[in-house]
């Protein structure tokens, strides 16, 4: 039992199962599960999904698109609107989950960031893409949604000391693994974890690497005598003291939650993110709260034997009495390493397909768009127009497809872009995804760390690796200006 308590609380500090008002109940063990009978009448079940925003025209979400017409919104804990959401800011949705699994109204909308704040110095590393932000580790994947305040869209764009707001899902090695990083204001900080090395003489507390000076804070929600070691907390401030303590503004003290709050017995529930407490591939935490599967749950694009600590997945069921899941399938969501940048060449909306660089392309209900170059917040791929730029980044699937996890159109460019597995290597040239790619005298080559190295040091290494290329496309070649090995 304790240890699934830390788990849960773990997933509070990201702000995930804040919103949720409650986390996973339960410890280990493999007491006999038993799926309540289902209710009848689909639209009138009750229904929580959590996860990133992949689109609008309503909310989507885990491949269910709600109805938000009646919906409440709440953002950073105010009342908001769906015109203050984006897509990969993860929420909580309360509301129904229609029989077909892809439709849904919903009651209630909540978001709230995993941290807010300035890239702590030092902390940059484009090699392992990630960074902190008060102390707190963040890792950028492909599916990280970037801002179009930041140029280019990835880690490469940040630097010391910018404040960004950062939303996303809580590893097994205490990352925050970014569904959306943008740039905010150099306003109020947030801060959430476990109050640590209380020191009541001198004010402070530390959450994680960073001490938060209180004493001109105001407290709410403390008993008469404040904070107390092992205090879930929200530290919000605008400043830092000479120390480098986050001088407080506001300290908030959570409330210890159940697993109640999710819903009810027998209500549907549709939970991503990644596995970060692992007793069996039958009995796990994903975001803090507690999966269970039987032998009639379904698995798509893996097996329960892929159910492993930090597996990116999607589980669908029901909730339990005990705040629990009993999946009736789980979806694997494994983090593509393809990316492109280019026009799109032919876009087959009926086939749920377009084209660039001549690769065909495939979009699904977990693919998710993002338009920044007229800030449409509805947009997919019905939207695209052959032309526009876009940016890719996704996976090759069990049939070789490349499949699109994000797709964001954007500024057209001089250059287009290309990461792939090289195949085919002999020198001057290669193929990505079955692109022809060549280089000549004027292509610069770099290694894993940005470094300069020879042509014949890139063609040594190249085949099988993965490897990005900057250059012009002629409609059949790709001629690299650059050529670099991933790791």
């Keep these: 039992m304790k240890e699934q308590r830390t788990l849960c609380r773990q997933t509070l500090i990201l702000g995930v199962a804040l919103a949720i008002t409650g986390c996973g109940g339960g410890g280990g063990g493999s007491d006999p599960v038993v799926n309540p009978p289902p209710p009848s009448g689909g639209i009138d079940r009750g229904g929580v999904a959590v996860g990133p925003i992949d689109g609008f025209g309503s909310v989507i979400v885990n491949g269910v698109k709600f109805d938000t017409s009646e919906a409440q919104f709440t953002v950073d804990g105010v009342p908001g609107a769906q015109d203050d959401l984006a897509v990969g800011q993860v929420v909580v949705i309360k509301g129904t989950i229609d029989d077909d699994g892809l439709t849904g109204t919903a009651d209630t909308v909540s978001y709230d960031d995993a941290v807010k704040g300035p890239v702590d110095a030092g902390s940059l590393d484009l090699v392992n893409q990630s960074f902190r932000v008060l102390g707190q580790p963040i890792r950028v994947t492909t599916g990280t949604a970037f801002d179009d305040s930041i140029q280019p869209g990835s880690l490469d764009a940040l630097a010391e000391g ?21 740039r905010s204001s ?23 690497t960073q001490t938060v000076d209180y004493s001109a804070a105001q407290l709410d929600d403390f008993p008469a005598g404040g904070p107390a070691n092992d205090d879930f907390v929200e530290a919000k401030g605008s400043v830092f003291s000479i120390e480098g303590a ?3 503004t506001r300290v908030q003290r959570q409330n210890d939650l159940t697993g109640d709050d999710l819903g009810e017995e027998g209500d549907d529930a549709e939970i991503e993110g990644y596995v970060n407490g692992f007793r069996s591939s039958a009995d796990f935490d994903v975001v803090g709260i507690r999966i269970r599967t039987t032998a009639s749950t379904r698995f798509e694009r893996g097996t329960q034997a892929d159910i492993r600590v930090n597996a990116r997945l999607e589980a669908e069921g029901k909730l339990q009495a005990d705040g629990s899941i ?40 977990g693919t998710s768009f993002e338009d920044k170059l007229l ?25 070789g497809r490349f499949l699109a996890q994000l797709v964001a159109r954007d500024d057209e460019e001089d250059e287009v872009e290309l990461r792939g597995t090289a195949e085919n290597v002999s020198a001057p040239g290669f193929s990505i995804l079955g692109v022809a790619v060549t280089t000549n005298g004027g292509t610069e080559f770099e290694n894993v760390t940005e470094a300069p190295i020879t042509a014949q040091q890139f063609f040594d290494a190249a ?25």
Excluded: C, H, M, Y
């Design 162 to 182: 910018d404040v960004v707001e950062v939303s996303g899902l809580p590893d097994a090695d205490g990352f925050v693994r970014a569904t959306r990083i943008e």
């Design 326 to 365: 009993v999946a009736d399938e789980i979806l694997f969501q494994p983090e593509g390493r393809l990316e492109v940048f280019a026009p799109v060449e032919a876009v087959n909306v009926a086939a749920g397909t377009f084209t660039v660089l001549g690769i065909p392309v495939l979009t699904d209900t």
């Design 463 to 487: 085949e099988g690796r993965l490897v990005e290329v900057d250059g012009t496309w002629d409609g059949a070649v790709l001629t690299a200006d650059q050529a670099s090995l991933e790791d």
């Design 246 to 248: 986050l001088v407080a």
């Design 186 to 208: 150099a306003g109020l900080f947030e801060l959430k974890g476990f109050v640590r090395n209380l020191d009541t003489g001198a004010f402070t507390f530390d959450i994680g």
């Design 375 to 399: 800030d449409l917040q509805v947009f997919g791929l019905a939207d695209l127009r052959v032309g526009d730029w876009v940016e890719v980044r996704g996976l090759e699937d069990d049939q």
